[in-house]
């Protein structure tokens, strides 16, 4: 992998941004399970190894299961996610894979009885700065650190 312009480094004001953003997410209501299940999931289907490796160790830190993290891009085969996570991984799927329609009405349906308003609103930003934040890793080739070496 060739080394690629580092952004935090030469626009640091665009990272303050992008911090700014996760400050609001880790002040959401949303809990850290939630939150890690949408950066990983949405990391997953961006194949953005930099944001999965990250987040899987953070979940795992937080007391996620590693049986869950292993089935979590096959969730709706299992029943090891609540039928709440279920409609959180739909969210994700279909938010962070925008140009097949996007949020769908029925799944919109189904995450509001399951969600307030703010809730939902606060899963959407959640994807929405998980989806950067894999773009911004993915176009700079951000290297992952190699745990087996410690």
């Excluded at 949408?38 to 289907?45: E, M, P, T």
């Excluded at 739909?90 to 703010?118: D, P, R, V």
């Excluded at 994807?127 to 890793?137: D, P």
Aim: net charge negative; charged share 25%; proline share 1%.
């Amino acid at each position: 992998m060739e080394n690629r312009i580092q952004i935090d480094l030469v626009e640091p004001e665009a990272f303050k941004a992008m911090y700014a953003l996760e400050e609001y997410i880790q002040q959401s209501s949303l809990n850290k399970s939630q939150k890690e299940l949408i950066k990983i999931r949405a990391s997953q289907l961006n194949d953005c190894t930099f944001c999965i490796d990250m987040h899987t160790k953070d979940a795992i830190k937080n007391g996620e299961t590693q049986q869950r993290l292993f089935l979590l891009s096959a969730w709706r085969e299992t029943n090891l996610f609540t039928e709440e996570e279920k409609i959180l991984m739909q969210i994700t799927e279909e938010i962070t894979l925008i140009h097949k329609n996007g949020l769908s009405n029925e799944t919109y349906k189904k995450a509001i009885t399951f969600f307030n308003e703010n809730q939902l609103s606060q899963i959407i930003m959640t994807i929405v700065t998980i989806n950067a934040w894999n773009r911004i890793a993915k176009s700079t080739q951000k290297p992952i650190s190699d745990d087996s070496q410690k």
